[in-house]
């Protein structure tokens, strides 16, 4: 049974009309859910320690004193806040955190966070591209340091290249971070050449229109071996829709089923324990489509 952790606070972070990251993402992300096998949790409220782990003080305390008291502020070109950003923003913090918490103490082996804003684009003091915090790099340096793992793995399969998680984790020997994303792109980052500090990060840049074929032969050629010489004590995945056909920001074409079998061969790679996160997504249609064909894989 996969572990599914939401919160009706992340509703609450709102964008100017025809904003791509609406609050319109997690209905359909719930259209997707219907009907299928899991338990369902709230997410806690994230506690600034782990926020802390990856984020200044200086930069927690600058998010904090831009949330308006009514209507939107910007805190960066295409970042926005409302009065329940903060709140949504920790709800996702906490959601990632309890999963890992939840998985590494065997109350299940799989968990999917449904939360917005995301989080991938979030560097160390600097907001951008929809993200407040580094949701992922959280949730992993919470594994790391608080559960004491030694090992683990993020892969990243957004449209974009988490740039935030690559500047998170880049001094993290112990974490090892793959990125698929379309090149050139926004945030213009993830080069073959970005490596880490430790040489354990793996970008594979991927072409405008290349489709699910292009990129099951890079995860075939490039990912899974990497994945299996890393042998992970934990998979954390960024889970992001935007490479689907019919996703409005970008153009890697690809479908449904590209998600869940990519899904399916990265659980059978993660020595049995993953925690998703939802990163982008922005045709509702296609976010649904594909979110579900991503749980049924973690469930498989």
Known sequence: MVLVFTHEDCLGHAAPDGHPESADRLRAVERGLAGLPMTRRDCPIGAEADVLRCHP??????????????????????????PGSFRAAMRAVGGACAAVDAVLGGEATRAFVACRPPGHHAETAQAMGFCLFGTVAIAAKRALDHH???????????????????????????????????????????????????GQMLNVPLREGSGGSAMRAAYQAQ???????????????SAGFDAHA???????????????????????RSGGRVVSVLEGGYDLDALAESVAAHVVALKD
């Open 223 to 237: 990912v899974f071996p990497l994945l299996e010489a890393w042998q992970p004590e934990l998979l954390l995945i």
């Open 246 to 268: 019919d996703d409005p920001l970008a153009g890697l074409e690809w479908q449904a089923e590209d998600f869940g079998w990519l899904t399916r061969e990265l659980v059978a």
């Open 57 to 82: 003080q200086t930069y927690l305390d600058r998010v904090k004193a831009g949330i308006p008291d009514a209507g939107l502020a910007m805190l960066d070109g295409d970042t926005f806040l409302s």
């Open 148 to 198: 004491g793992l030694s090992r683990i793995a993020i892969v990243d399969f957004d449209v974009h290249h988490g740039n935030g998680t690559q500047d998170l984790m880049w001094d993290e020997g112990r974490c090892l971070f793959a990125s698929s994303h379309q090149m050139p792109l926004y945030p213009g980052s993830g080069h073959p050449r970005e490596v880490g500090a430790h």
